[in-house]
């Protein structure tokens, strides 16, 4: 899994995918962090519709991939996972810590000062991995079933 983990530091975007209750979909991209354990943290305002979707937990899907050219270099990864917002205290502190050290700019932006009070942390405990990677042939495809509390 050093091999995911390596992924997952080298990008920062990912593409969230939530329902509402309805049933319709909705996708996003998201500043994402991860931690050594692969949950993964990403901050947003309450309000928007995937923070709604995920209310007090949801399960989720995510993708992260790299842009290029040419079918033989597609690598990405596709997740599922349960979401939610982190506890205050602890979680919320580690999830702060986790985030900010990735990008300590979003700290120091002083037009991010108003949304970031209206932001909250939220977490990605992940459930399920494919790793797909065309550098190692056509279609290769690693699979991975975690088995994490929410």
Same mark, same amino acid.
């Given at each position: 899994?050093?091999?995911i983990h390596a992924f997952l530091q080298a990008h920062n975007t990912l593409t969230l995918a939530t329902v509402a209750a309805d049933g319709r979909p909705h996708a996003c991209a998201l500043f994402y962090a991860a931690?050594?354990?692969?949950?993964?943290?990403?901050?947003? &305002?309450?309000? +928007?519709?995937?923070?709604?979707?995920?209310?007090?937990? =949801?399960?989720?899907?995510? /993708?992260? $991939? !790299?842009?290029?050219? &040419?079918?033989? +270099?597609?690598?990405?990864?596709?997740?599922?996972?349960? =979401?939610?917002?982190?506890? /205050?205290? $602890? !979680?919320?502190?580690?999830?702060?810590?986790?985030?900010?050290?990735?990008?300590?700019?979003?700290?120091?932006?002083?037009?991010? /000062?108003?949304?970031?009070?209206?932001?909250?942390?939220?977490?990605?405990?992940?459930?399920?991995?494919?790793?797909?990677?065309?550098?190692?042939?056509?279609?290769?495809?690693?699979?991975?079933?975690?088995?994490?509390?929410?």
């Open positions: 899994m050093e091999h931690d050594e354990s692969l949950t993964l943290y990403f901050l947003s &305002d309450p309000n +928007t519709a995937h923070a709604q979707h995920i209310g007090q937990g =949801a399960v989720v899907a995510a /993708a992260i $991939e !790299e842009n290029n050219q &040419d079918w033989r +270099t597609i690598r990405g990864l596709q997740l599922h996972g349960f =979401a939610r917002p982190c506890r /205050a205290g $602890e !979680e919320t502190q580690t999830a702060r810590a986790v985030y900010m050290a990735r990008f300590p700019f979003i700290g120091r932006a002083e037009t991010l /000062a108003g949304p970031l009070m209206r932001a909250r942390y939220y977490r990605i405990v992940l459930s399920w991995i494919r790793f797909i990677d065309n550098t190692r042939g056509f279609g290769f495809k690693e699979e991975f079933h975690l088995h994490h509390g929410r």
